[in-house]
């Protein structure tokens, strides 16, 4: 048995990079050897998307996965499988964005949609601390290799063209997201964070612009009254078997260099329902996402999943399979930077009508494709086969 403990070596080295969810026993000076990360079990681990990303967004086209993040001029990836490998296929923009303001090279949090053979892909510019903000769109007719055309501005706060119209003179024109009312066929942006938290207004029929510009038929989503601090964003709102869900990110995203927030008090990932796009939003404990409200649906976790958020939810095929709740999430084993945030996602069963997560690469049904692609050697059967070495 004297090769026992390099096998033991072997297994950790081998399981660690496949499963992303090992916690490093290792802790660096950068931070504290106290674990200020929340430990709990409620939450199943994240599958891992194999890929490093902040403000995710992934839409189904042509029985592939497109991944759009936040980065220079923002990238494009292509895989077959939700958990990769992804190839990338380049960026929206082809330069700095024509919106004269905050990260003109690096836009945040993109959103695309499909409609009527073109995709729109909403981003967002900004700079830490500042609502001097804008939500911008660019198009395209193909995701393989067609040029995009920026449009610019959809919506300004702080300066420029339309910053003074209401809601835009209290609201962060930031983490834009789509979703189409399936009565009317109107198309609603949600945005916001911070100051006074999410809205929604409609867009034009032709996407690139907020319907009656000067007078838009906003509704706000979440607020938290009497509160100093009122941090929610990301919003992103889904449709399933007769709900709308607001989903948001509440807590600190980010920035951890600077000192970990009291525990419980980092990103989590959020939720109300209506029956109406519009809302009113309650939670399940029927508290309204106006007044402070938001169930719970996915947190820091087994002391290796840390302030996921940032989040999308790509519909299943129909209402018998099984929607995908992804997200970005800081794995404890990797490092709390900016920069090391990865891809984790989630298939969500219904509860009583209330999204839960599922732990492992489970679904209540499979959806047209499946999000795996071929088989693949688990670590768990790596795993076995070194446990049979090692008693061999």
């Known amino acids: 048995m004297h090769h026992l403990p390099l096998l033991l070596s072997i297994l950790i080295a081998i399981a660690a990079p496949l499963t992303g969810a090992v916690p490093s026993q290792i802790q660096t000076r950068e931070y504290s050897p106290k674990q200020v990360y929340k430990t709990t079990n409620k939450f199943p681990l994240a599958n891992p998307g194999n890929i490093p990303a902040h403000d995710p967004n992934i839409i189904f086209h042509d029985e592939h996965y497109y991944l759009f993040k936040g980065g220079i001029h923002i990238p494009i990836f292509k895989s077959d499988n939700i958990s990769g490998p992804w190839e990338k296929l380049g960026t929206v923009l082809s330069g700095d964005s024509i919106i004269p303001k905050g990260n003109q090279s690096r836009p945040w949090a993109p959103t695309t949609i499909e409609k009527n053979g073109t995709f729109y892909c909403y981003y967002t510019l900004s700079a830490r601390g500042s609502r001097n903000s804008a939500v911008g769109v660019a198009t395209t007719t193909s995701l393989d290799g ?11 706060t702080g300066k420029g063209v339309g910053a003074g119209v209401w809601p835009y003179t209290i609201t962060n024109a930031i983490d834009a997201s789509v979703i189409v009312d399936g009565d009317s066929g109107q198309t609603y942006l949600n945005y916001g964070s911070f100051w006074h938290d999410i809205w929604q207004v409609p867009l034009a029929d032709d996407l690139l612009s907020v319907k009656d510009a000067r ?49 419980g008090r980092e990103y989590s990932i959020r939720v109300g329902r209506s029956r109406s796009v519009r809302g009113p939003f309650v939670d399940k404990k029927g508290r309204l996402l106006l007044q402070g ?51 984790g996602w989630n298939y969500l069963d219904y509860e009583d009508g209330w999204p839960v997560p599922v732990g492992g ?13 071929p088989p693949h050697w688990s670590y768990l059967s790596i795993i076995s086969g070194l446990w049979l070495c090692i008693w061999s």
Do not use: M
């Open 146 to 156: 067609s040029p995009w055309t920026d449009h610019g501005v959809v919506i300004n």
């Open 361 to 373: 690469q489970n679904a209540t049904a499979n959806n047209k494709a499946s999000p795996f692609g």
């Open 215 to 263: 007078k838009p038929d906003a509704v706000q989503l979440t607020y938290i009254p009497r509160a100093k601090s009122k941090p929610e964003e990301g919003s992103w709102v889904s449709f399933r078997q007769g709900f709308y869900y607001a989903w948001f990110s509440h807590g600190k995203c980010c920035n951890f260099k600077a000192g970990f927030p009291a525990r």
């Open 293 to 343: 409200g938001g169930t719970v649906v996915y947190g820091s976790n087994h002391g290796v999943v840390y302030a996921p958020g940032g989040l999308g939810v790509l519909a299943g095929n129909n209402d018998s399979a099984s929607d995908i709740l992804y997200y970005h999430y800081l794995n404890t084993s990797i490092g709390f930077g900016h920069g090391q945030a990865q891809l």
